[in-house]
C-alpha cells in the first residue's frame, strides 16, 4: 500500500500562470478531500468527494480555484491564474468510507507562486 | 459554527518530562475528536480517535479524554522522548453529517535530548 500519492511534490509558478495538482488516493478509498496548509491559516477544508462526486466545494475559492475527481484513481485541484497568496501547501487524503474515519493523508504538493 | 482552540502555539520540553497539550472544541452535539500528528515533509497522521462511546483514547503512549462537560480534548503523555518532536493537531469531525475535518491551529512540540 503506497498511501495517497500526490504529484508533483513541488511545483513553482509565475504570477497568472495556472497550476494543477494531482492526488491518486488509496485503493478502495471512497472519499476525497482536499485542504490547504499555511503557516498564517492553518489547515484548511477546501473539498471533498465520494465515489467521485463533488460533496462539499464550500472551502474553495469560487473564481479561481476547481477540483474534480474523473475517475476513481485520481483527483485533480486546478487553480488558474495563480496569485502568490496562493502559495501552500495543498493535502490530498481519502477514507474508506464518508464518515467520522481516519483520513490519510498524503505529503503534500507546496505551490510557490513567485 | 465548528471551531478548534488550540492555544499553545509552541511546547518545549526535556527528554521524559510529561506533555500536556490543551485542545477545546464548539459543536452542536457530540463530535468524533483525533489527535493527528505530522511530522516535516509529510501530511498529518492520525494518533489517536476519541467518541462518545468509548470517551478515551491512547497511541503510543499518548493519551486523550473527551470531557463533554468542558468540550475539552486535552492530549497527555508521562514521558516525552526526541522523537515525539513534531506538530500535534486536534480535530473535530461534527455529527452533522458533514465529514470535513475540523483543525486546530497546531502545537509544535520541541523535545531536547
Known sequence: NAGVIQTPRHKVTGKGQEATLWCEPISGHSAVFWYRQTIVQGLEFLTYFRNQAPIDDSGMPKERFSAQMPNQSHSTLKIQSTQPQDSAVYLCASSLELGPYEQYFGPGTRLTVL | ?113
Open chain 2, 1 to 113: 459554527g465548528n471551531s478548534v482552540t488550540q492555544m499553545q502555539g509552541q511546547v518545549t520540553l526535556s527528554e521524559e518530562e510529561f506533555l500536556f497539550i490543551n485542545c477545546t472544541y464548539s459543536t452542536t452535539g457530540y463530535p468524533t475528536l483525533f489527535w493527528y500528528v505530522q511530522y516535516p515533509g509529510e501530511g498529518p497522521q492520525l494518533l489517536l480517535k476519541v467518541t462518545t462511546a468509548n470517551n478515551k483514547g491512547s497511541s503510543r503512549g499518548f493519551e486523550a479524554t473527551y470531557d463533554k462537560g468542558t468540550t475539552s480534548f486535552h492530549l497527555q503523555k508521562a514521558s516525552v522522548q526526541e522523537s515525539d518532536s513534531a506538530v500535534y493537531y486536534c480535530v473535530l469531525v461534527p455529527n452533522t453529517g458533514n465529514y470535513k475535518y475540523v483543525f486546530g491551529a497546531g502545537t509544535r512540540l520541541k523535545v531536547i535530548a
